[in-house]
């Protein structure tokens, strides 16, 4: 079997600051990984060229394309990697309204995406959208609703159903249950961890949040001043973290 995704040397510089240096790791099928550290050690910067929103000043990311095997995508061209993004691929951001579009319906946030993949009927898209929003657990009469109508637990969830709705491979999250209500939180990651595993998503999580680490991912990666300073099975590092400054972070003894 081959990585879904393969990354080496991935390299950011905003003028002398390092965003990240030098990032490299391979993504199985269906693998979870969380990447941890503290506040400004590279995550974000990471998950955005990971999105290729951003671009890297070296390195490569080759994605494994249905049909194609392991494709640098550098060398895509704008149209496929637009539908990449669109279909195959997710990206859930930490604030619901900057991955939703907050000017139309909730049935047209999650329709939207399977339009990408060729759905043209209507009443089909309608249905399936319906079903996706109870998957998610929102109430599917409340369809036509603007997202803005919905809480900020229930526009996260939105946002999953957007994204799922597709059956993307790789699911890219940046800090999806931060700014919940703890109590709103547990519920969403139980929710993240029950579609992960039904959907043998691959993801990559960014969290500040070993907790959410820990429920969900299968492997961590800690990034310190835009550099991974380890990796290993979630509960290996956890139980057992072996560089200090993990030690430091599981201990909680940082601020992160
Ligand atoms: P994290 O998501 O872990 O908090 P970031 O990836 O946002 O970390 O930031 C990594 C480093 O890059 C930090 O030193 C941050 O100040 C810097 N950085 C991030 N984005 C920018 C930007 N747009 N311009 C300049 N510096 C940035
Ligand atoms: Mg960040």
């Known amino acids: 079997m081959n990585p ?18 030098d990032v490299g790791f391979s993504l199985w099928p269906g693998e979870v990984l969380a990447v941890v550290g503290e506040s400004g050690s590279g995550k974000s910067t ?9 671009a890297a000043d070296a390195g490569t990311i080759e994605y494994a394309l249905l049909g194609r095997g392991l494709t640098d995508m550098a060398k895509l061209s704008e149209a496929e990697r637009r539908w990449l993004l669109r279909t195959d691929w997710g990206f859930v951001e930490q604030n619901p309204r900057d991955g939703l579009r907050m000017n139309v319906s909730a049935g047209a946030n999650v329709g939207e995406r399977l339009m990408a993949t060729g759905a043209r009927h209507y009443g089909q898209i309608r249905s399936t959208a319906q079903d996706w929003m109870a998957r998610v657990e929102l109430d599917p009469a409340r369809i036509d609703e603007l997202p803005a109508q919905f809480s900020g637990g229930m526009q996260q969830r939105l946002q999953i159903a957007r994204n799922l709705v597709t059956k993307p491979r790789l699911v890219l999250m940046d800090e999806p249950t931060a700014g919940l209500d703890v109590s709103v939180q ?41 550099r991974v300073v380890e990796t290993g099975l979630t509960d290996q590092v956890l139980d057992d973290p072996q560089h200090p400054y993990t030690q430091l972070l599981v201990s909680s003894i940082l601020q992160v």
Do not use: P, W
């Not at 879904?4 to 240096?21: D, E, F, H, P």
């Not at 990471?46 to 951003?54: D, G, K, Q």
């Open 186 to 226: 547990a519920r969403l990651l139980d929710l993240l961890r029950e579609l992960v595993t039904s959907f043998g998503l691959a993801a990559v999580i960014v969290t500040h949040d070993l907790a959410v680490a820990r429920l969900l991912a299968h492997r961590l990666l800690v990034m310190k001043g835009g």
């Open 4 to 21: 879904l995704l393969q990354v080496s040397g991935l390299t950011k510089r905003y003028g002398a600051r390092i965003g990240c240096a």
């Open 46 to 54: 990471l998950l955005n060229l990971l999105s290729t929103r951003l």
